[in-house]
Each structure stands twice: as structure tokens, then as C-alpha cells.
């Protein structure tokens, strides 16, 4: 597709529960990126992906936490044993090669914890 | 600690209005400045402004970058019920060549018919 795709969009678990969430990337972008948008919240980096490799993932907020990506394309956002708080939007990110590129935005996954 | 903030947090017009909506940062390792529009749901890129003074403009939105002030403007003019939106500024952090965003909060933009 033209765009960033994320699914699904919406997820909705029961606290404990791991989830698993998608990102397609803008064919061509080596770079990619997960943030977090928090209810009220401003958007918070989570990790940055360059081709399958992942330099950055300061953002991350516990080991619960991880993301992968294969093939220089799809990448995984794993939560694992969801709380409450873990409850936001995730959007996903793209861009070309190169430290200063305007990054393009998926949808996102709305991720709700009951 | 590197921050972004965004003013006003929200903004009510009427259509034909014009409006400025003002970021401002205290970034270590500033690379560019950005700015997007988020309705539903993903933000739309609108500008990257990388040098001061340099305005950049697309229909009746336009934006400027002034580093010495560490801040920027997004101006809409002739204001429509479609500019009805969240406006997102962002600046690329330079450390470590990862090119992530630090986001300020937003600025919530109704526009009234």
C-alpha cells in the first residue's frame, strides 16, 4: 500500500494477557519507529528500527516491552502481561534512510486493558 | 531535560478566521522542527523546517522557524470546518543519529461555521 498500515486497530485484553501489535512500513523506508500516545498525552518514542537492527529503544518503558522487525519491512510491538496503564494508541512510523527525514504515520492501534 | 511546548493548548474560531499556533523547544541536539495535523486518527505530515527564516507554505497554511528564538509558527488563514484538527509539533533529536521525534502536546483547533 501507499501508507503505513498497523493492525489491528483496535485491541481490546484482559490485564495479564500478551498482545501483539503490526506495522507495514512505507515500502522503501528503512527506518521505523513506535511511539505512544497516551490519553491527554503527547506522542512518546518507544524504539527506532534501522533496516532489522534496533539502536535505539530508550523508550521503552519496562521489559515487558519488545519489538522486532524482519525483512528490512514488518515490524512487532510485544507487550507482554498487559496492566492498565499500558492502556493508549501505538502508532508506528516510517521514513527514508537518514537521521533528519519527515517521519509518515500509520493509523495506529488503539489498545485498551479491562 | 529536552521538551517541547505547544500554545495555545486550544483554540476555538469561526470560519475565515485566521490563526498562529506557537511551538517552542529546549532541544540539546536540534535537527529540524516539524509539524503535523492529526484528525482522527494518523498525524498527516504538513511541514519540516530545518533553517531559520525560511517560511514554507502549502495553500492557506504556512510555517517559519526562528532558532534563535528556539521556536516556530503554523499560520492558517481563511479558516475552514476542515482545519478542525489537533496540530502536532515535533522536533528530530540529533543524538544518536536515530532521527526520534519529541512531540509537544498538541494544540486541539474547532473551527465554528
Known amino acids: 500500500g501507499a501508507g503505513v498500515s498497523q493492525s489491528p486497530s483496535n485491541k481490546v485484553t484482559e490485564k495479564g494477557k500478551d498482545v501483539e501489535l503490526r506495522c507495514d512500513p512505507i515500502s522503501g523506508h528503512t527506518a521505523l519507529y513506535w511511539y505512544r500516545q497516551r490519553l491527554g498525552q503527547g506522542l512518546e518514542f518507544l524504539i527506532y528500527f534501522q533496516g532489522n537492527s534496533a539502536p535505539d529503544k530508550s523508550g521503552l518503558p519496562s521489559d515487558r516491552f519488545s519489538a522486532e522487525r524482519t525483512g528490512e519491512s514488518v515490524s512487532t510491538l510485544t507487550i507482554q502481561r498487559t496492566q492498565q496503564e499500558d492502556s493508549a494508541v501505538y502508532l508506528c512510523?516510517?521514513?527514508?534512510?537518514?537521521?533528519?527525514?519527515?517521519?509518515?504515520f500509520g493509523d495506529g492501534t488503539r489498545l485498551s486493558i479491562l | 531535560e529536552d521538551k517541547v511546548v505547544q500554545s495555545p493548548l486550544s483554540l476555538v474560531v469561526h470560519e475565515g478566521d485566521t490563526v498562529t499556533l506557537n511551538c517552542s523547544y529546549e532541544?540539546?541536539?536540534?535537527?529540524?522542527l516539524l509539524w503535523y495535523k492529526q484528525e482522527k486518527k494518523a498525524p498527516t505530515f504538513l511541514f519540516m523546517l530545518?533553517?531559520?527564516?525560511i517560511e514554507k507554505k502549502s495553500g492557506r497554511l504556512s510555517s517559519i522557524l526562528d532558532k534563535k528564538e528556539l521556536s516556530s509558527i503554523l499560520n492558517i488563514t481563511a479558516t475552514q470546518t476542515g482545519d478542525s484538527a489537533i496540530y502536532l509539533c515535533?522536533?528530530?533529536?540529533?543524538?544518536?543519529?536515530?532521527?526520534?521525534?519529541?512531540f509537544g502536546q498538541g494544540t486541539t483547533l474547532q473551527v465554528k461555521p
Open positions: 515535533a522536533v528530530i533529536d540529533g543524538s544518536g543519529n536515530t532521527g526520534k521525534l519529541i
Open positions: 530545518t533553517s531559520s527564516g
Open positions: 532541544v540539546t541536539n536540534f535537527r529540524s
Open positions: 512510523a516510517s521514513s527514508l534512510m537518514g537521521s533528519n527525514q519527515p517521519q509518515h
